[in-house]
């Protein structure tokens, strides 16, 4: 296909919302103020959307950009095609690449964020060992977020959509879906502060001064604990207030709401970040442990019945037979002969046991004083 026929369609469907919609994200008309929404287009094409399999470099791969406009502009349903390996295959899988020079927020491990063709965006990570910087070595780090995002789900807690996924050179990514809906922002309501009662307060006060509705405060502040609990949980070590925001939304009457955002950075968990010198959110102890979450927190509307309800529910050995199922990939159908899974599963439960002591003795300290 050539260039002639990329400009035959565009020019058919480039004056419509949802093109310019698509424009907007990806800039694909616009990245250079000196040449014109076509020289811009064969741009965006060469350097983001090239064959794969071709022998020259950036060569332009017209055919499937334009089967992905024509599948976006019929908003079919976004397909995350599986490898064989059960990762996705983000050759076969149809997406378009945001340019990281007009990304927002961009952190040190993003890749690059893409629409599908239903207009869904994910953010694709750098597995943390791709870089020196982040003091993680061990390959293993890759299914941590896919396991804590399971574990979340269990336990009913929102948190990101995660899949893992490899590209047509066989390099690792992990995928992460934007859950932000129509006329939603994230807020972040404060700077990192290292107790969580204070972030706590911060809540409170910076959403009644904003005058939200009074359930609407407590649900964030009882969801934000909820985090908190699987933070302990699977070990968290990256707790920057940028990871736990706010979401705030305009409705059609004008009415604002928030909510607490779901969580979607899981990377530095488990044993794999056991030594990662990151900044952790602490009970009023100073520990960042489940037990003193608990402690602190047992006689807070709501909490006891949920730790208690978590604990019993959650097997993380069919955590991982229920990701493999889902997903196919082996190192979940064969953790039970693979020592550093059987690390995560160690990790986990020993936290599980610490959590249902601490229980037992909240219980017996509610007993003992019912009994006064």
Known sequence: MEISEVKEYITKIKDSSKFKKLDEFTK?????AN???YENLEYYVKIYHP????????EPDYESFIEFLKCYMNNEQAKLFRRDDGYVDLEKTAYLVQPGLISKNIG???DHYIIMTDGSVYISKLPLY???NSGITDTYCLYSPLIASYIAKKLGIECAEINLAKRHDGNSRILSKNFLRENEEIVTYTENMELISENLDKIDEALRLRKF???????VKFDYIKQEFLAKLIGLKDQTADNTPLIVETDENENRHVRLAPMFDFDYSFHIAKDAKMFIRKCDNGKADIASLIEQYQD??????FAQESIKILDIEEIFKQIYEDTKIKKFGEYSNDEQMQEFIK????NIEMAKEALSKAYKENEREGRQ
């Open 28 to 32: 694909m008309t616009s990245l250079d």
């Open 35 to 37: 040449k014109d929404m």
């Open 51 to 58: 064959k794969h399999n071709s022998k020259k470099f950036f």
């Open 108 to 110: 040190n491990f993003i």
């Open 130 to 132: 791709y870089k020196g």
């Open 213 to 219: 509705d009074e359930k609407e405060i407590e649900e």
């Open 300 to 305: 807070y509307p709501r909490f006891k019945e």
């Open 347 to 350: 990790f986990v439960n020993k």
